[in-house]
């Protein structure tokens, strides 16, 4: 049986990591700076999450949502002390489009609309209600098309209302910052206005922080910059440190009933052990501290490359926007620099590292980054 072939690959088979270093089959050493798609939060192989994991697979790896799982309550209060939102209530799946698909479904029930407001580059997985408020025809197969969505400008908060005003519009789904769009924020001030029109207009707001969350923009939620509270927040990659894993965090209004949401591997007792050994090592190492500082540097020292047009960022989800197609760059920090990074769009670099990132590090990234565009 053949790999169906969907994913362009390098030719490069990673079989080791270390903290912010990946070795490949042939023993090469590289920096990653990607973390495989902001999935790393805590570092490949961090002791202490290596040795929870395999304490709880020698227990008990699964056992179904039908009995009791502690774990999950364990994970539900370390979440909501470590990110604020204590009084919110949790979901646990398997993958941040699984996310999104509950948490649009979620919305629907409450109010019985339909309609949903995406916003322009938003991307928000690949499963049918998420693949459809992502932003990429290429990916939206007719089967997907039944659910009704209006694309908008991030940012043009009298589009919003134009929409709004309607009063059909179930949901707006956007991202704490977008991440496959290139690092496009939205305003603060667009984030407090869209909070309170959704409040106005009877609209769930969900904020998608799969990729933005988790500590990854120097504050827990990236939309915590705006001092705001979403109806729902979904969250993904980092969550359980490269273990398959997500979850909604579902604001009080809205009320539970038995068979409304469901899933088989959600919340298992193995992801539960990862999940609680992540925000553990985040609160031991103060990484969400450290992510707003390594990446403070990391961003004043990128502005002074050559042939950049702009820096975005915060913490460590950077964007890197050259005058020129990154393709050369990109192949020559992986292939001769032994660097990983990611991409958006022909001209953008993306930077996701695990929080670990430590400041010497982050000046070895500087320097690698700066001899490849030599």
């Not at 992502?134 to 694309?151: C, F, K, Q, R, S």
């Not at 925000?279 to 969400?288: A, G, H, R, Y």
């Not at 670099?349 to 990234?365: D, F, Q």
Request: with cysteine; glycine share 10%; charged share 20%.
């Amino acid at each position: 049986m053949n790999l169906f072939d969907v994913y362009p690959l390098f030719d490069i088979e990673i079989v080791k990591g270390e903290g912010c270093w990946v070795w490949d089959s042939e023993n090469t050493k590289y920096l990653d700076l990607y973390g495989g798609h902001a999935v790393i939060s805590v570092g490949h192989s961090h002791p202490e999450y290596v040795v929870a994991i395999t304490d709880q697979v020698n227990k008990l790896g699964f056992y179904s949502n039908s009995v009791i799982n502690s774990l999950q309550q364990k994970l539900a209060d370390r979440l909501g002390k470590a990110s604020g939102y204590d009084n919110y209530s949790l979901f646990l799946i398997n993958s941040g489009a699984e996310a999104n698909e509950n948490a649009l479904k979620l919305a629907s029930f409450h109010n019985g609309k339909k309609r949903v407001l995406a916003f322009k580059k938003a991307f928000h997985g690949r499963t049918s209600a998420a693949v459809r408020v992502t932003d990429n025809p290429n990916i939206i197969a007719p089967v997907n098309e039944g659910l009704p969505v209006t694309y908008l400008p991030l940012n043009d908060i009298t589009a919003v209302e134009n929409e709004l005003q309607k009063g059909d519009v179930s949901s707006v789904i956007i991202e704490g910052i977008q991440g496959v769009g290139g690092i496009q924020f939205p305003a603060d001030s667009f984030l407090k206005q869209l909070r309170d029109m959704c409040t106005q207009y009877e609209t769930v707001l969900i904020v998608d922080e799969i990729q933005s969350g988790y500590g990854r923009s120097g504050k827990f939620f990236a939309h915590q910059y705006a001092d705001i509270q979403p109806d729902i927040i979904t969250v993904g990659k980092g969550i359980g440190n490269g273990f398959p894993m997500a979850a909604v965090l579902i604001s009080p209004m809205f009320k539970p009933a038995y068979g409304m949401l469901g899933t088989t591997f959600g919340g298992n007792h193995l992801a539960c052990a990862a999940g609680i050994a992540v925000l553990d090592i985040m609160e031991k190492e103060d990484l969400v501290e450290n992510a707003r500082k390594v990446g403070e540097y990391l961003m004043n020292e990128l502005q002074s490359l050559p042939g950049v047009k702009e820096i975005r960022g915060r913490g460590l989800m950077i964007g890197i926007e050259f005058n020129e197609p990154i393709k050369v760059v990109r192949n020559k920090l992986l292939f001769e620099e032994k660097v990983f990074t990611g991409v958006a769009g022909t001209n953008t670099i993306r930077l996701l590292p695990p929080l670990t990132l430590s400041m010497a590090e982050a000046e070895e990234a500087i320097k690698r980054i700066r001899k490849a565009l030599a």
